[in-house]
């Protein structure tokens, strides 16, 4: 009896240890921003704070624009994840259901894509956005971001189609459907779990993105939101609990966004995992 007992009671130890190490840092991040300025700064060190205030979120929409910052992270990471998500739902249906002399190389050159670093193809494509006179416009960033995510969505949507049998397709073809007519009334409807979780993963992606951004966006009425966190640190300092308030906020849309699709999300991830 106790050797059944002590497994279990290791396995209880081992998750609560891991629970606390993944959930402190979005803890202190939620009480520094509500700490009052001296006790920020005061030691020792207090885990908890016996005056909760809402300074530094009020201080964060008097020091910057950020709500502007918001409408223009919503506007860029929506806009980049619907063009990606599309381009691989389209691409990813070609390579999981055509054959033809390329298909292999271009799975191949999907997947080294994702080893190329950022800032190698940075002075290239800067150069080529300049010449068209796209700085400093937040087109450029949908732009960029849709051509960074489609590589790894259309990876995400060819495994998806994969897993769902050709013959459904053909039956549909029977019934006197067309090849586009079968892809949007009976392939895309069988693949939403999938798309949600390609969607999702890419809105996320989008929204933490800063080094493009930096780079691309050179007024403040253009910044998104880890733009205008990072000019929070440089233009004064660092004011923790300013800062904070502006991480606990652009968590929200992330939280949002896999709270509502998450049972998708894991539909799609554990799609055709079991055989019929």
Not at 83 to 108: C, D, H, Q
Not at 158 to 171: C, L, N, T, V
Not at 178 to 184: G, Y
Not at 231 to 259: D, E
Request: aromatic share 16%.
């Amino acid at each position: 009896m106790k050797k059944k007992i002590l497994p279990k009671v290791m396995r209880i130890i081992l998750l609560s240890m891991f629970f606390i190490f993944a959930t402190f840092p979005l803890y202190w991040i939620i009480l520094t921003s509500l700490k009052p300025t001296q006790e920020i700064y005061s030691f020792p060190i207090r885990y908890w704070t016996n005056n909760p205030t809402l300074f530094g979120y009020k201080r964060l929409f008097e020091f910057v624009n950020f709500k502007r910052y918001f409408v223009n992270s919503i506007f860029v990471s929506l806009g980049a994840s619907f063009v990606s998500t599309i381009f691989a739902m389209l691409s990813g249906y070609i390579l999981s259901r055509k054959e033809f002399k390329l298909k292999y190389p271009i799975i191949l050159f999907l997947f080294f894509s994702q080893m190329i670093p950022t800032y190698l193809i940075m002075v290239p494509q800067y150069t080529m956005f300049s010449n068209l006179n796209l700085i400093n416009k937040l087109i450029s960033l949908v732009i960029i971001y849709s051509g960074f995510g489609a590589a790894f969505s259309t990876i995400m949507a060819k495994g998806f189609f994969d897993r769902i049998p050709k013959s459904i397709e053909e039956a549909a073809l029977i019934d006197g459907c067309n090849e586009i007519q079968s892809l949007f009334k009976i392939t895309i409807p069988l693949m939403l779990p999938g798309l949600s979780a390609i969607l999702s993963f890419s809105f996320v992606n989008n929204w933490n993105e800063l080094f493009t951004a930096v780079m691309f966006l050179n007024t403040s009425d253009k910044y998104t939101v880890p733009v205008g966190l990072y000019s929070i640190v440089s233009k004064a300092g660092v004011q923790w609990n300013v800062l904070a308030a502006g991480i606990v906020i652009a968590l929200l849309p992330t939280i949002i966004v896999f709270t509502i699709s998450q049972k998708y999300i894991i539909a799609g991830l554990t799609q055709g995992s079991l055989k019929d």
